[in-house]
Every structure is written in structure tokens, then in C-alpha cells.
């Protein structure tokens, strides 16, 4: 599982990254206010790779799913692209606690 939702992760920081740089363009918006914003989900988003065994890890991935499609409000195609990686966190949790499952179950057989 760690693998998978690792992997999402690392997408989701390019992602925020590049949005950050769409929401740069907004008059409406301080500079710092979007690099704050994106620099923090970032920073989470590369945190939780090592934090996802951990208790809590997966609630606050989920978090940031949740930021991420709330990010939409600022940048719409977000709406979209939040949807896409909430999907894909979901498969990551979801397929990677069955390859973990599996796994044990390999390791458990006599040899």
C-alpha cells in the first residue's frame, strides 16, 4: 500500500505545484498567499509519503483530497483534477491493502 499511495502523493505535489503557478496569474490573489498555501499542501503531500503506515496517515490523505478539490474555487480545473486523485487515492488505499493482504498471505505459506 505504501507504494501506491506514495506514488499518488508525488503526482498530487506536481500538481499543486502547477496549480499554484495557474493561481499566480489571479490579480485577485496575493502572491504569497498562493505560495503559502500550495508551499503547506505540498509539504503535506511529500510528508505523508512516509507517514501513510502510521495511524492517521490515510484520514489526512484524505484531507488532502478534500483540499484538492476544494482548490477548484481558486483554480476550476482542480475541480477535476481533485476528483481524479481522490479516485486514484481511493484505488492506491483500496488495491494496495489487498497486495498487502496477499503478500502476507504468501510469506504465511510453508515452504
Do not use: N, Y
Request: hydrophobic residues 60%; aromatic residues 10%; glycine residues 12%.
Amino acid at each position: 500500500m505504501r507504494t501506491l499511495c506514495a506514488s499518488t502523493l508525488i503526482g498530487e505535489f506536481f500538481v499543486i505545484g502547477f496549480a499554484g503557478l495557474v493561481a499566480m496569474k489571479d490579480d485577485a490573489l496575493a502572491m504569497g498567499t498562493v505560495w503559502t498555501v500550495c508551499g503547506v499542501l505540498m509539504a503535506l503531500s511529500v510528508l505523508l509519503c512516509g507517514m501513510i503506515t502510521r495511524p492517521g496517515g490515510i484520514q489526512l490523505g484524505w484531507a488532502l483530497q478534500g483540499a484538492l478539490i476544494l482548490s477548484g474555487f481558486v483554480v476550476p480545473a482542480m475541480f477535476v483534477l481533485g476528483a481524479v486523485f481522490a479516485g486514484l487515492w481511493w484505488a492506491s488505499v483500496h488495491f494496495g491493502r489487498k497486495i498487502d493482504e496477499a503478500k502476507a498471505r504468501w510469506a504465511a505459506q510453508p515452504e
